[in-house]
């Protein structure tokens, strides 16, 4: 099994900063990685595919980087709809997910 | 627009069944293959099955093997997931989720899922 593991656990970010939420996987798999956001009670929503392909709808704010073992989401400029928690997924064999990166207020 | 509804969830003892529906619309529901994922309370995401768009495979992640059962009806545009012997860990929110558009044996997306539905609880408690 490919195990995630993100970083940080917790991100405190003041709206209008940048954000930067780390992914690794514990095997390479290419550049089959997803980002999805999930705010509280809501079911997740996809943001990134493919490591850097933003899906329909995502503001250009979202950015997805990397390959083979190491990811990043980053988000340009935080805004307040933005704050949630963000999960990185490998769909290279099989699926995993990632625990959890929680973008909160500073 | 592309819709995912489930339903089916409740409060089951140790050891009950369950049977889990999502109704979809907004996109031709056999030519994609769905999953179901969940979500224990306060806890992360975890992909449980995956049923192929034509119906021809199931794959189950190993805790829920040989207790869940995946299923779909095309023409009802409809998916299930029969659960079995029932364990307190299996408590969370149940999710469907659009995957991988396919035909004649052939995929046109990678395997991340592009829609969730809004999720069902299931609660296994004494």
């Known amino acids: 099994e490919i195990v995630m593991t993100q970083s940080p656990a917790t991100l405190s970010v003041s709206p209008g900063e940048r954000a930067t939420l780390s992914c690794r996987a514990s095997q390479s798999v290419r550049s089959n990685l997803a980002w999805y956001q999930q705010k509280p009670g809501q079911a997740p929503r996809l943001l990134i595919y493919d490591a850097t392909t933003r899906a329909t709808g995502i503001p250009a704010r979202f950015s997805g980087f990397g390959s083979g073992t190491e990811f990043t989401l980053a988000i340009s400029s935080l805004q307040s709809e933005d704050f949630a928690v963000y999960y990185c997924?490998?769909?290279?064999?099989?699926?995993?997910f990632g625990p959890g990166t929680k973008v909160d207020l500073k | 627009q592309v819709h995912l509804v489930e339903s089916g969830g409740g409060v089951v003892q140790p050891g009950g069944s369950l049977r889990l529906t999502c109704a979809a619309s907004g996109f031709t529901f056999s030519s994609y293959d769905v999953h179901w994922v969940r979500q224990a309370p306060g806890k992360g995401l975890e992909w449980v099955a995956v049923i192929w768009y034509d119906g021809s495979n199931q794959y189950y992640e190993n805790s829920v093997k040989g207790r869940f059962t995946i299923s779909r009806d095309n023409s009802g545009n409809t998916l299930y997931l029969q659960m079995n012997t029932l364990r307190a860990e299996d408590t969370a929110v149940y999710y469907c989720?659009?995957?991988?558009?396919?035909?004649?044996?052939?995929?046109?997306?990678?395997?991340?899922?592009?829609?969730w539905g809004q999720g069902t609880l299931v609660s296994i408690s004494s």
């Open positions: 989720a659009r995957g991988r558009e396919c035909s004649g044996g052939t995929c046109y997306s990678a395997a991340y899922f592009q829609d």
């Open positions: 997924q490998q769909y290279y064999n099989w699926w995993t």
